[in-house]
């Protein structure tokens, strides 16, 4: 059992033979449909519709979480039908209702890259099981559950196995890895991290053991808890590379990329950095001998790479690599433009924001215009999937039209983007409420630049609204964007000389940058000074000397204390 129990690279969905699956409608119907049965009975493709519907009901998805739902059980059923035993299908409709009530539990939940983990897990654990372990007849009924999509009785017969008396370290191990494997397929995270657990604790030597615990534990966020296992597991692959590089360079480059992303987690950004250049070195050097197995992974970890240096301040090197990133997904996407299109409109997204902040305007006006492009063609396939980022592409092209003084475009991309995000926010208004208050906002700022202060108070004030709404569930989440409108409310009523009110917002204004500024002095600090700033002015025109000094004198105090960056 234990010679047999190996660490494997699996390429992923790349190793799925062809195969036929049935399709569900991406385009964000009201209702699933299949657009293709692939030959499935007809009764079992109408409950895998009904119960499909039950269960994205329960959830309580809008129309684009729907189509990513869609999307990702297209690609589990495509896995299905690669590796699962034909009878499976018929058992698909209740593992896709689970996996839609654990999209309620957890509203932020990607489900193509779950659908995509799903699969690849799939495959190992069938090619696991295709190896005979032990003598024992339960073994055979468990592969065949497993094989049939058949979790509840593979759970049940591998809980039973696992509770034998006297068994070995090594076996134990096995089987309680298979039964996190089992669990985790059916989408019971805290039951698969609990065997997970109990097969690296029997066997921590075992590298496969290892990998499945620390992904596990990342991916449910437990950070901490994953580090040492990933340090352990990094050290034991380089050990074992020193005799055969090729064999576990992909291993070792895998479980950097990870720690990566779980040191920039715990805010080690040093430690991040190391771990993606390393990350990064592995990937290229595979990549030269199998570009479409691996450039979308140095495509990925030079994306990481330059989030991280963009929120370590150094944007000029988060462009250069967000560059890198981009040429490598346009050559993906000239050979497959479906799964990568996508990726290169994200990637102009994220440039040109960086442009922005470097004041490249028109670098960044290209970077959005080309995006939107892209963004535009992929909405009319299937626009539930794409419109917000869509209108997110529209907004950030109006402010860099806004900025350059083209107030006609900014108006026209701000009416498009706020088209969108109203209708968004009305199929979920907690996800989508607050990017259409800062589509608000910012419309409101352009509305006052172009002389039309009603209009603009009536945008600031919605967002507002809708702010204030967000907040009474989260306060902490919205304090700045309430604090931000209220003080540019402010600015409005005092130049349009309604003194009261702009007092009134300012305090506002000033009641949460208090809070903020107490909490992070370095990122709210400025905005505090500038919101005192502001009625100490407003005093000061209104002939309230004495208050607009004690109000100049807070904002000295605040610049003194240096809680200004």
């Known amino acids: 059992m234990a010679s047999a129990w190996a660490f494997v690279e699996v390429p992923g969905q790349a190793a799925h033979g062809p ?42 998805l809008d129309s684009n979480r729907r189509a990513a739902f869609a999307h990702a059980a297209n690609s589990i059923m495509a896995a299905v039908a690669a590796s699962a035993d034909p009878q499976a299908m018929h058992r698909l409709a209740p593992l896709l209702v689970a996996l839609a009530t ?57 809980a039973g196995q696992i509770a034998e008396p006297g068994q070995d370290p090594p076996l134990l191990a096995a089987r309680r890895h298979t039964a996190a494997t089992v669990e985790w397929l059916r989408f019971a995270p805290d039951r698969a991290l609990v065997y997970a657990k109990g ?23 437990a950070y901490e808890q994953a580090q040492p296992v990933y340090e352990a597991l990094l050290s034991r692959y380089q050990r074992l590379a020193h005799d055969n590089p090729a064999r576990w ?59 991280l240096y963009r929120d370590a301040q150094r944007p000029g090197d988060a462009i250069d690599l967000y560059r890198e990133a981009l040429n490598l997904e346009r050559a993906l996407a000239q050979r497959d433009p479906r799964a990568y299109e996508a990726s290169v409109a994200a990637t102009l997204n994220d440039l040109g924001v960086l442009y922005e902040a470097v ?38 092209l109006g402010n860099v039209y806004s900025a350059a003084g083209d107030r006609a475009a900014a108006y026209g991309a701000y009416s498009e983007a706020l088209s969108l995000r109203r209708q968004l926010a009305a199929e979920s208004f907690m996800l989508n409420g607050a990017d259409l208050a800062r589509t608000l906002a910012n419309f409101g700022a352009l509305e006052r630049a172009q002389a039309h202060p ?74 505090y000074a500038r919101v005192l700033g502001n009625l100490s002015r407003l005093y000061r025109e209104t002939g309230r000397a004495r208050e607009a000094d004690a109000v100049a004198r807070r904002a000295a105090q605040l610049l003194a204390a240096g809680q200004v960056r």
């Open 19 to 60: 195969a036929c699956s049935p399709v569900f409608a991406e385009r964000g119907a009201p209702a699933p449909r299949l657009d293709a049965d692939c030959g499935l009975p007809a009764a079992s493709a109408r409950e895998l519709v009904q119960a499909l519907e039950a269960g994205l009901r329960g959830a309580g």
């Open 249 to 307: 360079r992909a291993a070792i480059a895998r479980t950097s990329a990870r720690l990566g992303r779980l040191y920039a987690a715990l805010q080690l950004p040093q430690d991040a950095e190391m771990a993606y250049l390393r990350a990064l070195a592995h990937f290229w050097a595979l990549a030269r001998t199998d570009p479409p197995t691996y450039a979308p992974a140095v495509a990925t970890t030079f994306e990481s790479l330059a989030l």
């Open 454 to 527: 009603e209009r603009a108070q009536r945008a600031y004030r919605e967002a507002l609204g809708i702010f204030r709404r967000l907040a009474r569930r989260e306060p902490a989440a919205y304090r700045a964007d309430e604090a931000r409108t209220l003080n540019n409310l402010g600015v409005l009523l005092s130049r349009t000389h309604r003194a009261r009110g702009a007092e009134t917002a300012y305090r506002e204004a000033i009641a949460r940058y208090e809070v903020l500024a107490r909490a992070d002095p370095a990122a709210h600090g400025q905005d």
């Open 359 to 396: 004041r490249l305007n028109d670098d960044a006006k290209r970077a959005y215009e080309e995006a939107l492009g892209i963004q535009r063609r992929l909405v009319s396939g299937s626009p539930a999937l794409y419109r917000p980022v869509l209108a997110r592409t529209l907004g950030n």
């Open 199 to 221: 097969a690296y604790a029997a066997q921590p030597a075992n590298i496969e053991a290892a990998a499945t615990y620390a992904d596990m534990l990342d991916e449910e966020s």
């Open 102 to 158: 654990r999209a309620r539990a957890s509203p932020g939940l990607d489900f193509v890259a779950l659908a995509r983990r799903w699969g690849e897990r799939y495959w190992r654990l069938r090619h696991d099981t295709s190896v005979t372990r032990t003598s024992d007849p339960r073994e055979l009924e468990v592969d065949h559950a497993i094989a049939s999509l058949d979790f509840d009785t593979a759970a049940r017969l591998l």
